[in-house]
Structure formats: structure tokens, C-alpha cells
């Protein structure tokens, strides 16, 4: 049987935002249009959705936004979106409009709320993976990441200097509640001597060992990068526990918070924005539903939304042996 052919579409920004998401917001409106759809922006991502805020987007409405950070389409998390009743006043608004199938921009909760929706009603869903922390499996980037690991990076470059200026040990907390990527590739691109990320136990006993060792062989400079959902609880936590153990280290603590999240998007990030924004109206010209967009081997790669939301992206051990060696 085939599928019924879309000609209206609506797209939504969802959850934390993301360097690059208007890049892809850009994308959606301007191939559908190039393929006569009718495209519909959705104001602060589900909450736009069950308050009917949707508006129709036209070419011009996503010009001079590609370099943008944030997102023009703005974005929340919806606590009605989570309930029976909440989809069904959201899918008799989108009727209104005659929307027949949606875009959402998001991370992994995006698109569990997206699925729903879209096994309770007749409206197909397409994702595409803007978040910075690069914890949806299916994908080798997601939009936002390489923005925000090159803004941490810059930002403990910076602090490094200070540090070695004053033979100190930083501790330097970037996002990453429940992934450690930015951590990851932010602490291995600046030389960081230990990276303590929520995927692996951190043995605290072998961190003093080091820190101790390394204060004795006077190499008195040394970074930490600590992702906030770090089981220990962020840097705060870790800089009290190290200066009970260590009372003479000369030691400071520097959150970065959501710097990271703000900013022009990177070249990177513009590009694989735009190639997933293009791909997720191909996808409905192709009756290809229900799916996330994500770039694998720099190809397009097509991941069931019924399996998106039960994986995550894992950190092998490759790079665990990579940061121990590189740190010593």
C-alpha cells in the first residue's frame, strides 16, 4: 500500500538547544519548499504544539539565521506533551493546519515524545540528533557537538596558561550529565591529566595516587575535566574531596557551564545540520517514516525512532587507553 504523498509539514526545535540547530531549521523550510510543500514553524518545540503557536514559514523566514546560535523556532520542555491528554489537543492543532508530518530537532527525549505521538496518531515523525553531548547512538555527530567541544576547548586552553602561570591544579567541569563526550574530546585536545567522565567508575583512590605522584616529581601543573553528571558530582565535590586528601595543593575549580551551549555554530555543525535538514524532507518524499537522520562514515544513516530511544551512544575502551596513556 502506499504511503499517502505529505505536502504540509511542521518543524520544531525540542530540549536544550544546540549551535547549528537553525542551520537545520533553515534546511527543512527551504527543500520543502523547493519540493511545494508547506512548511509550518512550531514555537518552543511540544508546548508549541498543545498551545497551537505555529506559524507558516517562508524562504525568507529562515534567511541570515545559518550562522545563528540558539534557535529562531526557540525551544522548552512540555510536562502537559508527557500526558494522553496533552498529544490530543497537540494533534487536533496540527489538523487545524493541516500538518501531516513532522520534523523535530532534539535529543533522545525529543524523540521518545516523538514516537508516541507517532504510534498514537497518523502523523510520521523525522528526526534529526541536535544536541551537544553526541549520546544518541546511530550516529557518529550530532548537531551542536563540534561547537561546543571546540568552546570548552578554547576556554581550558585558556585557563591552562593561568595555570601554568601559577603552578596550579584547575579542575574545569564541562556539561555532560549523562555523557561524557565533551569531556572526552575537550580533555584529550588540551592535554588534560585525567578526564572523569559518568560512563566509567572513577577509582579516587589511583586520582590522589597521581596527584600526589605528580607533586612529587614537581609537575605541579595538571588540569582535571570533569563532566557535570560525574558520579562524585561535579567539580565542586571532587576539589573538596582532593583538598581534604591533599591540603597543600594549590587548586581552583572552573565551571563552564552554558557557555558551551551558546554561539555561532561551527562549519562542521552548519554543514551536517543542513545535509540532515535536506535528507529529513527526502525522507518524506521517499515514504521513509518514523526515523532519526544521524551520519555514520559520513554517509546518511536511517535509525527506526523505535530503536533511537533505546540506545545510547557508547565510549569505548579505545579511548579510555588513549587518555590513560596520553597522561602520564
Known amino acids: 500500500m502506499m504511503k499517502k504523498k505529505i505536502t504540509k509539514i511542521g518543524v520544531l526545535t525540542s530540549g536544550g538547544d544546540s549551535p547549528g540547530m537553525n542551520a537545520a531549521i533553515r534546511a527543512v523550510v527551504r527543500t520543502g519548499i523547493y519540493h511545494g510543500m508547506e512548511v509550518f514553524g512550531i514555537m518552543r518545540g511540544y508546548s508549541g504544539m498543545v498551545e497551537g503557536d505555529i506559524q507558516k514559514m517562508e524562504s525568507r523566514s529562515v534567511a541570515n539565521i545559518i550562522q545563528r546560535g540558539g534557535t529562531i523556532l526557540k525551544t522548552s520542555r512540555s510536562n502537559e506533551f508527557l500526558t494522553a491528554e496533552g498529544r490530543a489537543i497537540a494533534y487536533k492543532n496540527l489538523k487545524q493546519f493541516g500538518i501531516e508530518g513532522l520534523v ?20 510520521p515523525c523525522i528526526g534529526l540528533p541536535g544536541t551537544i553531548d553526541k549520546d544518541i547512538a546511530g550516529t557518529d555527530f550530532t548537531i551542536g557537538f563540534d561547537t561546543a567541544v571546540n568552546t570548552a576547548v578554547e576556554a581550558i586552553d585558556k585557563i591552562r596558561d593561568t595555570a601554568d602561570a601559577h603552578d596550579r591544579l584547575f579542575i574545569i567541569e564541562v556539561m555532560g550529565r549523562d555523557a561524557g563526550y565533551i569531556a572526552l574530546h575537550s580533555g584529550i585536545s588540551t592535554g588534560a591529566e585525567h578526564i572523569l567522565i559518568p560512563e566509567r567508575k572513577t577509582s579516587y583512590i589511583d586520582l590522589i595516587s597521581s596527584l600526589k605522584e605528580k607533586q612529587g616529581r614537581k609537575k605541579l601543573v595538571n588540569l582535571i575535566v570533569v563532566a557535570e553528571g560525574e558520579e562524585f558530582g561535579g567539580a565542586d565535590e571532587l576539589a573538596k574531596h582532593i583538598k581534604k586528601q591533599i591540603p597543600n595543593q594549590d587548586l581552583r575549580v572552573c565551571i563552564l557551564g552554558h557557555i558551551q551551549r551558546g554561539g555561532a555554530p561551527s562549519c562542521f555543525d552548519r554543514v ?4 540532515m535538514g535536506y535528507h529529513a524532507i527526502e525522507c518524506f518524499i521517499e515514504g521513509r517514516h518514523n526515523v532519526f537522520i544521524g551520519i555514520v562514515n559520513n554517509k546518511m544513516n536511517y535509525t527506526p525512532l523505535d530503536e533511537a530511544v533505546k540506545k545510547k551512544q557508547r565510549i569505548s575502551e579505545e579511548w579510555m587507553k588513549i587518555v590513560k596513556i596520553l597522561a602520564t
Open 104 to 123: 523535530i530537532i532534539g535529543g533522545d527525549g525529543s524523540f521518545r515524545g516523538a514516537q508516541i505521538f507517532s504510534n498514537e496518531y497518523d502523523i
Open 272 to 275: 551536517i545540520a543542513s545535509r
